[in-house]
C-alpha cells in the first residue's frame, strides 16, 4: 500500500533533502579519494576516454551511450584522470535516485531512505561505482526502467509505458545484458496475471514503439557493421570446458556474496543495536517487534521478489546449462532492488534505527573509500605490485612526446597506435588532440580516418603491460622509420621495468600539419 498523504507531505521533504546531502557525499568521497590515490584511471574506464575521442552510434564491443555520456564530459572537461571516475559514481547516485523514486511509492519517505542507505554500501554502488564502464553506467537506466515498469502495471498509464520503453532502449544501448531485465518483468507479468488485461498489452505495445525509436540509431550501426559486438559478446561468454565454466559460476556466485557484504554487515550492527535495546529497556518495548518489511503490501513484495530476484537465478541456471563463462562484474544491475529484502531482518523503532543506520552508512563508506585508496594509492607503490592506479602514465607520455619532438619536432604528435590502455595513458596526457589508433585497427578507431595518419603515427607498445601486442600493430611497427626502446619502473623501485617499444612513422608531405 502506498504510504498516507498526510505522512508524506510531513516527512518527504526533510528525507528528500537527507538523500540529496548524502549523495553529494557519496559522489565526492569516492571521487576526490581514488583521484588522489590513483596515476591513471582503470582499463574500462581509459577505454571509455579514448572512446570518447568522437560520438558514434556504435563501438567494436559495445553499445554507445555510456560513451556518449563520457564524449559530452570530455567536451566540458577535458580528459583528465578523475572523469571516469566522477562519471562512474554519478551513474551510481542516479541509480539510487531512482531506488528513492521506487521505495517512494509503497513506503514512508524514513524507510525509502533507509533502503538507499543500504544499497549505498552495495559494492557495485560504492567501490565499484568508480569504474566508469558499461555496467556502472547501466545502474541508472536498469533503475529506471524498473520503476517505470512498476508504475505502468500498477496504474496502467501509457505515458509510464512510453518512459519505460524510452529508458529500456537507454539501458539496450548501454549494454544488451538489459534483456535479461526485460526477462525478469515479462515473468512478473505472467505470475501477476497482468498479461490477460488488454490494457497490459496496449502499454507494451507502446513501451515496444518507443523502445525501438530510441534503439533505433545504434540498430541501423549495428545492422552496416555485422553485428560486431555480437561477435565479441559471444568470445565472452565462452568457456574452454564445461568443468572449468563450473568452476567459475561457483566463483561467480561467491563473488556476489562479498559484494554484498557492507549491506550483510550494516544490517548486522543494526540488529545488535536492536537486541541491546530490548535488553536495556526489556521485551516490551513498543513497535520493536515488527520487522520494516511488513509494511510492504503483498502486491509489492510479489513485484520486487520476481523483477528483483529473476536476474540472478535466471543467469546462473542458463549459464549452469549452457556452460557459459560469467565474470562477476556482469551482476552489477542484479541486486539493485535487494535492500528491500533486508528490510525483512530489521526491526525497532524506525527514527532512531534510521539514524543509526546513517551513522553505520557513512562509517562504512569512509571505511572502504580510505581503505581502498590506501590499497590502490601508497600500498601498491610501496609494494611494487603491478596496479593500474599506480601506472606512470604523464611520465611515459612526457618520454614519448620528447622521443617525438626529437625526429618530428615540427609537427604536433596527435596519433598514437598501440592498445587501449598504454596508448589512452599517452593520449591524454599529451594533449586534448591526441587520439589512440586502437592496435593500428581503423575498425576500432572509428575517429580516424586514413587523411589522419597522414601527419605522423607514435606506434608503441609493452609487453610487460599487455603482453603480446596484437599482429596489425606489430606489422605497422615494422613500417616505422625510427625504432627505439625506453624503460622505466612501473611505479617505484620494488616495481617491474616496463619495456616502451616505440617506433615513428613520420608525417607524409600531403599533412597540412607539417608544412
Known sequence: MRPSTSLTRQTSPHYAKALILYLLFFVLLWTVLTSISHKAPDLDGMEELVWASSFELGYIKHPPFPSWIMYGLTQLLGRPV????????????????????????????RLSFLVVLLASVNIYFSLRGTIFNHNTAQLWSIMASIWFFYRACRDQRLSDWAWLGVVAGFALMTKYSAVIQFAAFFLYLLASGLWRHGRT??????????????????????????YAPFLYMDKSLAAPTRWQAYSALLSFTLDQLARLSPMIIAVGALYYCYRRDLRQKGHHVSDNNVNYGAQIHSREKQFLLWVGLSP???????????????????????????????????????????????????????????????????????????????FPGPEIASQMQAVW?????????????????????????????????????????????????????????????????????????????????EQLHWSSANSPILDLNWGIIPPSPSCEAAR
Open 82 to 109: 578523475w572523469l571516469s571516475f566522477f562519471a562512474g559514481m554519478l551513474a551510481s547516485a542516479a541509480g539510487l535516485v531512482f531506488l528513492w523514486l521506487l521505495a517512494r511509492e509503497f513506503l514512508s519517505p
Open 312 to 390: 540472478f537465478l535466471s543467469t546462473v541456471l542458463i549459464a549452469a546449462l549452457l556452460g557459459s563463462h560469467l565474470d562477476a562484474s556482469w551482476a552489477t544491475t542484479f541486486f539493485v532492488l535487494y535492500s528491500f529484502y533486508f528490510l525483512f531482518a530489521i526491526k525497532g523503532a524506525e527514527p532512531l534505527q534510521t539514524k543509526r543506520l546513517l551513522v553505520i552508512v557513512l562509517i562504512i563508506q569512509i571505511l572502504m573509500a580510505t581503505g581502498y585508496a590506501l590499497a590502490r594509492g601508497p600500498l601498491a607503490w610501496e609494494t611494487g605490485r603491478k596496479s593500474r592506479s599506480t
Open 201 to 226: 498489452w496496449q502499454g507494451m505495445l507502446v513501451a515496444t514503439i518507443t523502445l525501438g525509436i530510441t534503439f533505433s540509431p545504434h540498430l541501423y550501426w549495428l545492422h552496416s557493421n555485422d
Open 405 to 485: 619532438r626529437q625526429h618530428v619536432p615540427a609537427t604536433p604528435l596527435r596519433i598514437v597506435a598501440s592498445d587501449t590502455w598504454l596508448g589512452g595513458n599517452i593520449a591524454i596526457n599529451t594533449s586534448p588532440d591526441a587520439q589512440v589508433y586502437i592496435d593500428a585497427q581503423l575498425a576500432q578507431s572509428p575517429w580516424l580516418r586514413d587523411a589522419d595518419l597522414q601527419c605522423g603515427i607514435l606506434v608503441v607498445f609493452s609487453r610487460q603491460t599487455r603482453g603480446e601486442p596484437a599482429a596489425s600493430l606489430l606489422q605497422l611497427y615494422e613500417q616505422t622509420h625510427w625504432k627505439g626502446l
